[in-house]
């Protein structure tokens, strides 16, 4: 397992290298290189089936690209295995929300705790011994999430039961249990009002404060995009046809015709 | 004046020292933090709060400096309050919700040199007037959250106040001397707070309580309800709001009950479960809530379960209050009283917190009398008093044995009550104010030449000695045609049906009475899912036709009710209409304690006054609206006026629906 990686903030943590995807005839992403550096926010916008989804799939190992490699951490790899990635300190929420439903929020969380739970399997079973000892220090972490996302009022609640607001917050709350060295966010305002978007803008700076944690997210809302992130790609069509600042992108002649200007 | 060791117990700091002394292992304060509660002994309690005085003074603060506390109910913001009146300054609370507008209104007329708050969200508000505040020498915070890139030049967490001064507790014998020597200089004759109100009408006042007042006051109500350090209480009312610096700060201080902070507003129900308060406090609106929540759960319930709460309610109706105040009961429906306790009854008052309840208090609005019972049937002792932070909150309140709904009790021990010829209520109180702070003028209008503090309310006493309030004095006025019109009367009364959440009466100088109606989302969206009645938004719902008809059936049932009593037979509610947004504090609407401030609605909203007075069936209307954040927005609609069903005088009364 990869740990205490030298990478410096400022520096690549991820690279992508003309990364091509098909799925049989289908053209996902044709050809895309960017970066993304440590202690960023990085966001990845295009219009609707421009690829950003696939490209985080293809981030964390659950797509695998016919072309182009992907560097993370200064190791190149072709293919890789979403839970090598989350090993390897690569995090996620997905579109849709996926947590167990019939489970606590506190349950959902501590999942995120699994890859870091050291005990055999024996003591697991017994909750005794080396197993208890390490299950407190979780928790502690889990709670410690908790608080951070201001979730303690609902730490019981079935997440099925909850508002998708709140769902979305379990999410990220699952991902941070990974304590993940780089958070991809899809979509983590979609469906929420002004209210609950303004509290997710605050929580996902505070990660990058608090945590260090580098984040891509892919977002529809521009004026969260543009005051979130750091830096900007836009995809159209698979293909990437900006790079660079929120100012940059807003001001390119292409990104306004495929996305900002015309409505659809 | 000095004083020798002896001296009687005047001031909080003295008490605090008293505790650590009397009881030093029992438990002062819990918190709830990361899941777990956390305790300090009283003993440990004063520990932390004489480094955090000691620390307090190394940053420069000195008697009689202001120091405004602004955040939730957590232990290191009462240790604030000890700390600084342990030194002579004086602490001022501040609603933690309010805007920051409103925020530097006080903390600017109160120059206060230090504030202590809770976290970014306080720290944020202050720096963003902070060219309004030349005086705020520092502002100290208790989370650290989101708070490591700020200029720390005048921003420093209390924690590390604390640790400084637990360094001078042990290394700087000169500093412990100095604030010993200010814990005895303080007296009963020190302001110990200002707590400003909330301010109906126009700028809030700080009013300044003197220690040895608030002491009286509270060492009064102690002995009456005899509450003990056995006794727990959960605190979850704003800092800023004279019930809790009474119930939860003096009290506790007094008595020597250990006082528990939630983990986080949202779960002060469950909070107040895992705890098994004894003592408590709501005011109508949380009981309401509580009720709210029960009923919906019960129409969900399986049938068997329904069933049995249907009956075992009616038992309760039937002898519970009178198995409360221990009047006769046959033994047959003790006997099934006590079944319905363990299956019904108790796992209520389990689910609501309420089931080591020995003594419950309600206050600051009417309580409806049905929702007064329901608690009362069940076993909890709620009770009422009517008090104001002018008096250090007590002026009646109700005896175990002599609870009623509409009225507020008789004067608490060691309190004087008048009513004035115009109807006015007057007290003369041990915990009386002193005055308002810089405003002479004010203290004086407030006051009669013999030391009786006016309420501003309106009220009687009934034929067994306990005041019954009408409504405030200033609002009791007159239809056109001369009837009495007590507009909080009638609100009280439409509020009372869960649907409706908030009420706003009009008929000064009219011909007749009219309502803004606002509905309650909970109960009313409830409805609308078992009806099956979709709906987009908040605007939408209220403005259903069905909700129209819903309400349009209360306010013919309220109007019924008002056609028996002769005083106000005249002032039925003739129009009304249901608002298209929910009344605020943040857009000015309402009170921070949620009372509806009548004057500048009508204005705000003009446009609907009048169509309920021409005859119009509807009417615009665009409304400024400020979101949390401070940002504004516009809201804009279309809202229908109804006629309401009047009925009769002294005639039968008729089905509306």
Redesign the interface.
């Known amino acids: 397992m990869v740990q205490n990686s030298t990478i410096s903030p400022g520096d690549t943590l991820l690279k992508v290298d003309h990364v091509s995807l098909r799925f049989g005839g289908v053209k996902a992403i044709t050809d895309v290189s960017f970066d993304i550096r440590k202690g960023e926010i990085r966001a990845i916008i295009g219009p609707n089936g421009a690829g950003k989804t696939s490209m985080l799939n293809v981030i964390n190992g659950f797509y695998h690209p016919q072309d182009g490699t992907i560097t993370y951490k200064g190791a190149t790899r072709a293919k890789m295995k979403p839970y090598v990635a989350a090993s390897q300190g690569i995090a996620r929420t997905f579109q849709n929300v996926a947590l167990f439903k019939g489970m606590s929020t506190l349950d959902n969380i501590m999942v995120g705790r699994t890859l870091k739970m050291k005990s055999s399997f024996f003591w697991q079973i017994f909750r005794h011994g080396p197993a208890m000892t390490e299950e407190i220090a979780h928790?502690?972490m889990v709670?410690?999430i908790?608080?951070?996302l201001?979730i303690?009022?609902i730490?019981k609640v079935p997440v099925g039961k909850l508002p998708y607001g709140l769902q979305k917050r379990v999410e990220l709350g699952r991902a941070l249990a990974m304590e993940p060295e780089l958070l991809l966010l899809d979509e983590p305002m979609a469906g929420m009002n002004?209210?609950e978007k303004?509290d997710m803008c605050?929580f996902i700076?505070?990660v990058k404060?608090?945590y260090g944690t580098t984040i891509a997210l892919i977002e529809h809302d521009m004026g969260v995009v543009m005051d979130l992130s750091d830096r900007v790609v836009v995809l159209e069509y698979g293909r990437k046809i900006a790079d660079g600042t929120p100012d940059e992108v807003k001001a390119n002649q292409a990104v306004i015709d495929a996305y900002l200007g015309v409505a659809h | 004046m000095e004083q020798d060791a002896s001296a009687a117990l005047d001031t909080f700091p003295k008490w605090l020292a008293h505790q650590a002394h009397a009881r030093p292992s029992r438990p002062g304060m819990r918190h709830k933090d990361l899941g777990i509660w956390t305790e300090w002994s009283w003993a440990e309690v004063a520990q932390n709060v004489r480094a955090y005085a000691l620390g307090l003074m190394a940053h420069g603060l000195q008697r009689g400096d202001r120091i405004a506390i602004i955040g939730n109910n957590r232990p290191k913001l009462y240790w604030s309050m000890m700390a600084a009146q342990s030194v002579g300054a004086i602490p001022v609370p501040v609603y933690a919700d309010s805007v920051a507008d409103e925020m530097a209104y006080v903390l600017e007329h109160a120059e206060v040199k230090f504030a202590c708050v809770q976290d970014q969200e306080q720290v944020d508000k202050i720096l963003s007037v902070s060219d309004r505040l030349p005086n705020i020498a520092f502002v100290f915070y208790d989370e650290p959250r989101g708070l490591r890139a700020y200029d720390h030049s005048r921003l420093q967490a209390i924690e590390e106040v604390i640790a400084q001064g637990k360094g001078l507790m042990l290394a700087d014998p000169e500093a412990n001397r100095r604030l010993d020597a200010e814990i005895a200089r303080g007296t009963g004759e020190d302001i110990s707070v200002i707590l400003y109100t909330s301010g109906t009408t126009g700028r809030s006042k700080g009013v300044m309580l003197s220690a040895g007042r608030c002491i009286a006051a509270a060492r009064d109500t102690v002995a009456f309800d005899g509450l003990s350090d056995r006794d727990n209480v959960l605190a979850y009312l704003p800092l800023a709001w004279v019930g809790d610096h009474y119930l939860n700060y003096a009290q506790a201080l007094i008595a020597g009950f250990c006082i528990n902070c939630p983990e986080s507003p949202e779960t002060a129900v469950e909070d107040r479960r895992e705890v098994g308060n004894t003592y408590a406090f709501a005011p109508p609106r949380v009981f309401e809530g509580m009720l709210t929540r029960i009923m919906i759960r019960m129409e969900d319930a399986s049938w068997l379960k329904r069933k049995l709460f249907h009956y075992y309610m009616g038992v309760a109706k039937l002898w519970g209050e009178k198995i409360l105040d221990g009047k006769p009961v046959p033994v047959l429906a003790r006997l099934n009283y006590a079944i319905g306790e363990l299956l019904v009854y108790g796992p209520l008052k389990n689910v609501m917190g309420l089931t080591t309840v020995r003594v419950g208090y309600t206050a600051g609005e009417a309580i409806g009398p049905e929702l007064f019972s329901f608690f009362r049937s069940i076993g909890l002792n709620l009770k009422q008093l009517y008090g104001q932070t002018e008096a250090f909150l007590f002026v009646t309140c109700q005896k175990d044995d002599g609870v009623r709904a509409d009225c507020v009790g008789p004067a608490t021990p060691n309190v004087e009550i008048r009513i004035a010829e115009d109807g006015e209520v007057l007290y003369k109180s041990p915990g009386q104010f002193v005055g308002y702070y810089k405003d002479p003028e004010k203290t004086a209008e407030t006051m009669t030449p013999d030391g009786f503090v006016k309420t501003g309310d309106a009220g009687f006493f009934e034929k067994d000695g306990q005041l019954r309030i009408i409504d405030r004095a200033k609002d009791v006025g007159r239809l056109k045609s001369g009837a009495l019109f007590a507009p909080k009367y009638i609100e009280n009364k439409l509020k009372f049906f869960p649907n409706i959440r908030e009420v706003v009466a009009f008929g000064q100088g009219e011909e007749f009475v009219t309502v803004f109606l606002n509905i309650d989302l909970v109960a009313v969206g409830n409805w609308a899912e078992r009806n099956n009645v979709s709906y987009g938004s908040y605007q939408e719902l209220a403005g259903h036709p069905q909700v129209y008809d819903i309400l349009a059936g209360h306010v013919a049932e309220v109007n019924r009710q008002l056609a028996e009593e002769p005083m106000m037979a005249r002032a039925q509610v003739h129009r009304f209409l249901i608002l298209h947004k929910e009344l605020d504090a943040d857009d000015g609407e309402l009170t921070r304690t949620q009372k509806v401030r009548r004057g500048f609605i009508a204005d705000r909203y003009a446009s609907l006054v009048k169509a309920l007075y021409d005859g119009s069936t509807e009417a615009d209307i665009s409304t400024e609206v400020t979101f949390e954040d401070g940002r504004k927005g516009v809201i804009s609609a279309r809202v229908k006026v109804m006629d309401a069903t009047v009925a009769p005088v002294a005639a039968m009364p008729q089905a509306a629906e």
Do not use: S, T, V
Request: charged share 70%; net charge negative; no cysteine.
């Open positions: 928790r502690r709670e410690e908790i608080d951070f201001e303690e009022h730490r002004l209210e303004e605050r700076l505070d404060e608090q």
